[in-house]
């Protein structure tokens, strides 16, 4: 399999349309990302990572995680990061209110999205193993 972070491929092949200087960070192309993607995805076995995926084709995922975090945590972890003010605030509002969740389920498949706790270093490893576990029967169910 092929893991793809998306924000490191944007930045690497700068496919930004702007800077957004209220959030202080790039404006991303997400047309620019689909064309970048598109034959990679194509040939199937790509793991893609990112903050958001309503603007990815239905047709590229056979299953949907998003990582969910407490408050409490969240908010030292992108304190942590530089994130300050309005983008802080509007990270926490977008986790409380279940925004990418609500995100993935309207640009999916209901059964293919599954949301998983990403808390701490356990949540990590229980995350992985239960990603692994999917992984191998999906492999085992369609090779």
């Known amino acids: 399999m092929t893991y793809i972070n998306v924000g490191d491929m944007a930045k690497e092949g700068e496919l930004y349309e702007g800077f957004d200087e ?5 404006i991303l192309d997400e047309d620019r990302v ?22 990815f084709p239905e047709r590229w995922f056979h299953i949907v995680f998003v990582l969910r975090t ?19 605030q509007d990270n926490l ?14 640009s999916y ?14 949540d990590l490893e229980r995350n992985l193993d239960q990603i692994m576990q ?3 029967q999906w492999m085992k169910d369609n090779n």
């Open 22 to 26: 209220e959030y202080d960070c790039p």
């Open 34 to 55: 689909i064309d970048e993607l598109e034959d990679k995805m194509s040939e199937g076995g790509v793991i893609v990572d990112y903050h958001g995926c309503d603007f």
């Open 70 to 88: 407490e408050n409490s945590f969240l908010y030292d972890r992108l304190e942590s990061r530089g994130y300050k003010g309005k983008k802080l």
């Open 93 to 106: 509002q977008c986790e409380i209110f279940q925004t990418l969740y609500e995100e993935a389920m309207l």
């Open 109 to 122: 498949r209901e059964e293919i999205v599954h949301q998983l706790p990403s808390n701490t270093p356990e």
């Open 134 to 136: 999917w992984i191998e």
